[in-house]
């Protein structure tokens, strides 16, 4: 009987487990005025992006992160201000909420993580061949 209460708890009751995730997530602190912003829509353009952020404080640099062949935004972008505080109020402010139509979500943005060096073109692939990739296919 036990365990049918604790199963129907789960599946009827607002799941405690879940709030104390997102109060963790929302209440971690930032420790950079730079936020990450996702979910924007395709057609967001730099100017909208600063402009529903700008309520919250002086930014720095607001900019949706394109891509390079098309010129279409990816989805996401980031806004920087001048100081934590403000970074926090703009967190707490917009994150969840509708911009354009769409579900944005703010998170701290994290430092760019290193890539990997090129491969230098005397390596050999998986199957043993040598690759020279400034030569082409000749026919």
Not at 19 to 37: D, E, G, W
Not at 49 to 55: G, L, R
Not at 80 to 109: C, H
Request: overall charge positive; aromatic content about 12%; some cysteine.
């Amino acid at each position: 009987m036990a365990f049918v209460s604790r199963f129907r708890r789960v599946f009827t009751g607002p799941s405690r487990l879940c709030s104390q995730f997102a109060l963790i997530r929302l209440n971690s602190t930032l420790t950079s005025p730079k936020l990450f912003i996702s979910g924007l829509s395709r057609e967001t353009t730099d100017e909208q992006f600063k402009e529903a952020f700008n309520p919250f404080g002086r930014i720095v640099e607001a900019k949706v992160i394109r891509d390079r062949a098309t010129g279409r935004s990816k989805g996401f972008g980031f806004v920087t201000y001048t100081s934590i505080e403000e970074a926090e109020k703009a967190r707490e402010e917009m994150n969840a909420k509708f911009l354009q139509g769409w579900v944005i979500f703010v998170d701290p943005a994290k430092p760019r993580e290193p890539r990997p060096s090129p491969r230098s073109e005397s390596e050999f692939s998986v199957t043993g061949f040598r690759t020279n990739k400034t030569v082409g296919w000749s026919g």
